[in-house]
């Protein structure tokens, strides 16, 4: 009588283990990509180890995945983490700071319109605020508009009325835009009517940025123009960065949005800063 072969019982392999756990492995290249920028910009910042497992790949393998996704500007990758949201030394890539505080840009941009005027030449820096104002610019043509963001090249392209001059530079991906020696000298050789610009932290009522070479591009711009607006949303007045770039109070306007605290409004005021606060569509909001 033949004997019964006792079962064992089946091991999970890691990867199905992972799979249980909501993890994702055995992805192709293209997917795992697209995945591992979705879960970066929704946590912020994940230690490659974490990526690694969660992905079921080597170290080797998710250290390259990381190298290509910065090159094209999606993440930022450092010191055994990879982050999408700005620290006090390294900014967020502009693909991020596309889906941040929509509905408060979107007001600052509408505040910011109507200190356009039709004839104006206008420079706007690599901020996502601007992206917003150039889709109502068009409604104040003719007028010229000096960028180093080639978001806002794109964005007014082939646009009537509208004459682009693109600074150009080096091009760095990360933030879509251009800067160095190129950029600053050929910022330095023209002169505007107005400056709209943001920046990444606000300190003791001055202006920060993480990167050199964007502070001074953007004092660039700051000193060809005649008139200078800044806008920034509330979190900007919480965030810290290295480099100083200038002072509220050398701004013409400060465009804030209503959800900042009214105590930073009246230290602004108390100092001589021309404060204008943006109203948030609630629609938007909600949406």
Not at 21 to 29: E, I, M, Y
Not at 84 to 108: D, F, I
Not at 233 to 242: G, M, P
Request: net charge neutral.
């Amino acid at each position: 009588m033949a004997s019964k072969v006792k079962r064992q019982p089946r091991r999970r392999s890691a990867a199905a283990g992972a799979a249980l756990n909501g993890d994702q492995p055995g992805l192709g290249q293209a997917e795992r990509h697209n995945a591992i920028v979705q879960l970066i910009m929704s946590q912020g910042t994940v230690r490659t180890e974490e990526l690694a497992e969660r992905f079921g790949v080597s170290m080797m393998t998710i250290h390259r995945d990381l190298d290509t996704l910065e090159a094209r500007g999606l993440l930022r990758k450092s010191r055994g983490v990879a982050t999408a949201v700005a620290t006090s030394l390294v900014e967020a890539s502009t693909a991020y700071r596309m889906t941040q505080n929509v509905p408060e840009k979107r007001a600052l941009a509408r505040a910011a319109f109507e200190f356009v005027e039709p004839g104006q030449a206008i420079i706007m820096d690599d901020s996502t605020t601007g992206l917003f104002l150039a889709e109502l610019l068009p409604q104040r043509q003719p007028m010229s508009v000096i960028t180093n963001f080639q978001m806002v090249l794109n964005a007014l392209s082939g646009k009537p009325g509208v004459t682009l001059i693109s600074l150009g530079g080096q091009y760095y991906q990360w933030c879509d835009a251009y800067m160095g020696n190129l950029t600053i000298n050929a910022m330095r050789g023209l002169r505007a009517d107005v400056l709209f610009m943001s920046t990444s932290a606000i300190t003791d009522d001055v202006c920060f940025h993480q990167a050199h070479d964007t502070v001074l591009v953007k004092r660039a711009m700051f000193d060809s123009a005649k008139r200078r607006i800044l806008y920034v949303d509330h979190t900007k007045f919480r965030r810290r960065a290295l480099h100083a770039l200038v002072a509220l109070s050398e701004f013409d306007v400060v465009i804030v949005d209503d959800k900042t605290d009214p105590e930073d409004l009246r230290r602004l005021e108390r100092t001589g800063v021309t404060v204008a606060v943006a109203q948030t569509n609630q629609e938007e909001e909600a949406g």
